[in-house]
């Protein structure tokens, strides 16, 4: 069966979408069968990322590793059984359709609470959590003291997490491997940082996740969005000389490639993702046309 990985959170912004594009193209890019989903059926963030990939890459008459979008099949009411949910109906299509062709099936959900996104939660075997550092997006998992800043309690989504661990459980699935991303860390200790990563320490001990350095905040991936690029593209595209932020960048993805420790995915197939680039040039900065910044 396809391993599933959902990327969840029910808050916007915290580059989810970002982060469930580059990890499905590094699968694809090691050589697995990568089956991709988008949940959000309003914003569509991971959908258009990846067909503004297929169009770039028509334009350009390029060819670049793809993970296997798929739309969801909309569910016609004859076919439902009695009480059955149609958006129930559409996701459990489209993971039949994509299983037996795909490896990893990645699912994107979106920035709220809906039935699709508590239903993929279920599904997960993988489920990565990208946080931005800071407590207005921890408070998205737990309450905290804001005299002491020790944990009172879990909030509304990992309940639902809760949840679905439980109803994974009744059917006899493995657990739930909850992974907590901090986004847009900074690069220095400040007394917020340690603070807020004291507090997800307590949490994860808990109610169970492990927590892991995600991305920080780099320009390069607002400027890759608009071509569905990634960072382990460039060096396709003629781009030989990097400078020290899109390396860094770089090695942060091969870092979480491995913390993911998904099945068939050794460490040192994780830090051989892409490439060895040559010795960095930090007087060459990589801006893409039409780029903002």
Same mark, same amino acid.
């Given at each position: 069966?396809?391993?599933?990985?959902?990327?969840?959170?029910?808050?916007?912004?915290?580059?989810?979408s970002t982060t469930c594009m580059h990890v499905s193209t590094a699968l694809v890019r090691m050589g697995f069968r990568v089956g991709a989903l988008d949940l959000d059926l309003r914003q569509r963030s991971f959908g258009r990322y990846v067909e503004n990939r297929l169009a770039f890459l028509a334009r350009e008459g390029l060819e670049l590793p793809v993970p296997d979008y798929r739309e969801l099949p909309e569910a016609d009411a004859a076919g439902?059984?009695?009480?059955?949910?149609?958006?129930?109906? #559409? %996701? &459990?299509?489209?993971?039949?359709e994509l299983e037996p062709v795909s490896d990893f099936i990645v699912i994107d959900c979106p920035g709220?609470?809906? #039935? %699709? &996104?508590?239903?993929?939660?279920s599904l997960a075997d993988t489920l990565v959590t990208p946080l931005n550092d800071s407590f207005i997006d921890f408070d998205l998992l737990a309450r905290i003291d804001p005299e002491t800043s020790r944990v009172t309690g879990p909030s509304i989504y990992a309940e639902m997490v809760w949840s679905a661990r439980q109803l994974r459980a009744r059917a006899g699935l493995k657990p739930i491997d909850w992974i907590v991303l901090r986004n847009r860390l900074g690069a220095q200790q400040m007394h917020n940082k340690r603070k807020v990563g004291a507090a997800l320490d307590q949490l994860s001990r808990r109610i169970g996740f492990r927590v892991a350095p995600g991305f920080s905040e780099r320009v390069i991936f607002r400027e890759l969005f608009p071509r569905g690029l990634t960072l382990l593209d460039l060096r396709d595209l003629g781009i030989e000389n990097l400078n020290m932020s899109n390396l860094a960048a770089r090695q942060?993805?091969?870092?979480?490639?491995?913390?993911?420790?998904?099945?068939?995915?050794?460490s040192q197939q994780a830090q051989g993702v892409g490439a060895a680039e040559?010795?960095?040039?930090?007087?060459?900065?990589?801006?893409?046309?039409?780029?903002?910044?």
């Open positions: 069966m396809a391993h599933i990985i959902v990327f969840g959170n029910e808050k916007g912004g915290s580059g989810k439902l059984a009695p009480g059955e949910n149609p958006y129930d109906h #559409r %996701l &459990s299509a489209a993971v039949a709220s609470h809906t #039935r %699709l &996104s508590q239903v993929a939660h942060e993805l091969r870092d979480l490639m491995a913390e993911l420790r998904l099945p068939g995915v050794g040559q010795a960095p040039q930090p007087e060459i900065e990589v801006v893409l046309d039409g780029a903002d910044g």
